[in-house]
């Protein structure tokens, strides 16, 4: 074999794994079309409700998160009776919270 030869053949191979490649590759974005987040960002109002739905459980999920660990924190404190400037602030606020509690129909 001479060297024209061989390159020719070694060209051809790499040229039919290139084509199993890009054929591969067009399968897989085939299928990544097909994907729900794809089919999801091709309308802007699917999107833009997406984003809003997304953004308000996130609110929510804050808000609840912040109730419940404040709440635990100034309980916390206010079992704290030998710092008698933080115990009688917490005391306080517990109290506050309890008669806001109370006063609620």
Same mark, same amino acid.
């Given at each position: 074999?001479?060297?024209?030869?061989?390159?020719?053949?070694? #060209?051809? $191979?790499?040229?039919? &794994? /290139?084509?199993?490649?890009?054929?591969?590759?067009?399968?897989?974005?085939?299928?990544?079309?097909?994907?729900?987040?794809?089919?999801?960002?091709?309308?802007?109002?699917?999107?833009?409700?997406?984003?809003? #739905?997304? $953004?308000?459980?996130? &609110? /929510?999920?804050?808000?609840?998160?912040a109730t419940v660990l404040l709440s635990v924190i100034v309980w916390?404190?206010?079992?704290?009776?030998?710092?008698p400037i933080i115990g009688d602030w917490a005391a306080q606020v517990?109290?506050?919270?309890?008669?806001t509690d109370d006063a609620r129909p």
């Amino acid at each position: 074999m001479t060297d024209e030869t061989r390159t020719k053949d070694g #060209a051809d $191979g790499r040229e039919a &794994g /290139l084509d199993a490649e890009v054929r591969a590759l067009r399968e897989e974005l085939t299928l990544l079309r097909k994907h729900r987040m794809f089919l999801l960002y091709q309308s802007v109002p699917q999107v833009l409700l997406f984003r809003l #739905a997304s $953004g308000m459980a996130m &609110g /929510l999920g804050t808000v609840i998160g912040a109730t419940v660990l404040l709440s635990v924190i100034v309980w916390s404190l206010s079992q704290i009776e030998f710092i008698p400037i933080i115990g009688d602030w917490a005391a306080q606020v517990s109290r506050a919270m309890s008669e806001t509690d109370d006063a609620r129909p």
